[in-house]
């Protein structure tokens, strides 16, 4: 089994990693304590030079000026940028808007192409995904209250969503509403383009986690469809495939989400590392190194992340060659796997650092505040580990009882 990165992929990551460590680590401290115009201005100008370097929209169509990089050389790329919260952002391959770039790429028409596609791919416009509902479980989401009724050339759309990150700032966002509600399950729902200036689209507030609200792209809207009125010509691919193409959008997301927790892992790893080289515990000048805890949780850590990078480069591999369908074992495998690495690794990171690690003088409570998240969000933990648990034992099942 060949391991190697390919030249061009070895060029490109060291270009990243270069750019990351000299230019955009360093606007942390800005996003820490400001995240006002003027860190914005210092993503923009990050921005341009990224357009520069040739490296802009990793995992975008060529021919919407991306780099076209495949699931697996993307989920390298998603790597390096995950290691700090900014990575994405800067190279213009931030959720949601990579995701809904996939599936306007599959979906879209022509005149959703140029209006929607083409900007959001170039970095002038926002989006935003609009599925969760507060008073439906987002676990079980063929349970959804959100309808879009047909009136005239139109479609009137009526709920209430929230966990529609990005809301804030986004000039679009692609909203599942209930269509067809004479339909089985699974095709009752559509999606549909709703540009964030149409009126009825209300968003109500940026809902406030683990104590921050935000503002910009790093938020949750809480948003009111109330008689919001769109084109029939915005409902995206046909109707009542909505949870088809959310299918879709999902299986490649998690290969991206699962390689950015793993940036996340990587870099907190590397300070918990310095950190117990470091710090003095005695006064005779031993560091936290020489403890065997500390010894212990490194070599912990450092298992838990090669397996799990292992595991979701092959499910990467696995999608490029056969589909996300016939690779869903392993995409579930990997979301609750790599999400818990994520986490127990940060903790261990912040253990390590002490009173230190709680404070925002590093970026290691940032990812504790907003990344708890990934044991919930694209599929709980138990709804991945009860699937795959089901289908093993049938799979199991079929072969026993063909071998006998
Ligand atoms: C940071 C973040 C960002 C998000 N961004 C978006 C977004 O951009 N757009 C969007 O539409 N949504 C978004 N979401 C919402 C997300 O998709 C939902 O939170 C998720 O689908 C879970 O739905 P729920 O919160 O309604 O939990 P519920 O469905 O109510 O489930 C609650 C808990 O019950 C347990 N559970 C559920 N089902 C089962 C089962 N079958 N077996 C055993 N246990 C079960 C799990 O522990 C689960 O965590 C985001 C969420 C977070 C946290």
Known sequence: MDFAISDKMETILGMVNAFMNDEVIPLEGEMLHGEGPELQRMITECQNKVRQMELWAPNHPVEYGGLGLSL???????????????????????????????????????????????????????????????????????????TAVKDGDDYVINGQKWFTSAADGADFAIVMAVTNPEAGPYQQASMILVPTNTPGFNRVRNVSMMGHAGSGYATHGEIMYQSCRVPQDNLLGHEGAGFAIAQERLGPGRIHHCMRWLGIASRSFD?????????????????????????????????????????????????????????????????????????????????????????????????????????IYDGADEVHKTSLGRRTLSQRAKATSRSE
């Open 72 to 146: 697996l050389e993307h989920g390298l790329m998603s790597e390096a940028l995950g290691r700090t919260p900014l990575g994405h952002l800067v190279f213009g391959t931030q959720a949601p808007d990579a995701g809904n770039v996939e599936i306007l790429h599959a979906h879209a028409t022509d005149q959703q192409r140029e209006r929607f596609l083409a900007p959001l791919v170039a970095g002038e416009i926002r989006s935003c995904f609009s599925m969760t509902e507060p008073n439906m479980p987002g676990s079980n989401p063929v349970m959804m209250e959100t």
């Open 271 to 375: 300070m918990m590392c310095d950190r117990a080289n470091e710090r003095p515990i005695t006064a005779d000048g031993q560091a936290l190194a020489s403890r065997q805890v500390i010894q212990h949780w490194v070599a912990e850590s450092r298992a838990q992340i090669q397996g799990a990078r292992l595991m979701t480069l092959h499910a990467a591999w696995m999608i490029d060659r056969v589909g996300a369908k016939e690779a869903r074992d392993e995409i579930a495998a990997i979301k609750f796997t790599v999400a818990n690495t994520m986490l127990d690794v940060l903790d261990r990171s912040i253990q390590v650092h002490g009173a230190l690690g709680l404070t925002d003088d590093t970026i290691l409570s940032y990812w504790y505040r907003h990344e708890r998240g990934a044991r």
